[in-house]
C-alpha cells in the first residue's frame, strides 16, 4: 500500500510539474532590462518568442539590435521558428528613453513577415505599418549596451490583410 501511495504521489508531481511547464511556454516572458536576450508578443493573439540565435531552413532567426548614432537608428529584430515569424523595428531614437512612432518613413521601418506562408517575400506574407497602420515601441531602458522596452503595431500586406501585434517587449544585449 505504501508502494502504491508513493508512485501516486509521484505521477500527481509529474503531471502538475508538466502543466506548469505547459502553462509557462504559452505566456509572455516578464517584462525586464538586465539583457535576458528575449524578443517576445502577441501576433493576433499568437505567442511569439525570440530567444538567442536559431537557425533554420529559411535563415537565421533568434535577435538583434543595432544603433547607428551618426543618424540615431536603432534596428531591433526578433525572429522565431515556432511560429516562423519575423519582426523588424526600426527608428530615430532621440537618446532619450519614452514612447516613438513606428512608421513607415525611410530609413525608419517597421515589418512583419509570416514564413509559414512563404520561405520569400510576396503580397501575402510580408506586412508593414503605413499612415493608417501604425504602432509605437517605448524605450524604457538603454545603457549602449543594453536596450529593453515594449510595442504595439498594426500592419498591412499588399492585398489588405490586417496583422495585430500587442503586448511586445524586449530586452536585447547588442552584439559585439
Known sequence: MKNVTLLLSALVLLFCTSFQDEKK?????PVTH???NVFACKVNGELMVAK???SDVIGNFGIKFS?????????????CTSPQYDIELSFGYQDTLGTYPLVMNY??????????????????NQYQTDSAHTGY??????????????FAFDAINRKGDVVH????????????
Open 67 to 79: 544603433h547607428a548614432r551618426a543618424n540615431g537608428l536603432i534596428y531591433i529584430e526578433g525572429s
Open 34 to 36: 538586465t539583457g535576458e
Open 165 to 176: 501585434v500587442t503586448n511586445g517587449r524586449f530586452d536585447i544585449t547588442k552584439q559585439q
Open 25 to 29: 511556454s504559452k505566456e509572455l516572458p
Open 52 to 54: 538567442e540565435n536559431t
Open 107 to 124: 530609413p525608419f521601418y517597421t515589418f512583419f513577415w509570416d514564413y509559414s506562408k512563404s520561405a520569400t517575400p510576396n503580397a501575402t
Open 137 to 150: 515601441i517605448n524605450i524604457s531602458y538603454y545603457d549602449g549596451t543594453v536596450i529593453a522596452g515594449t
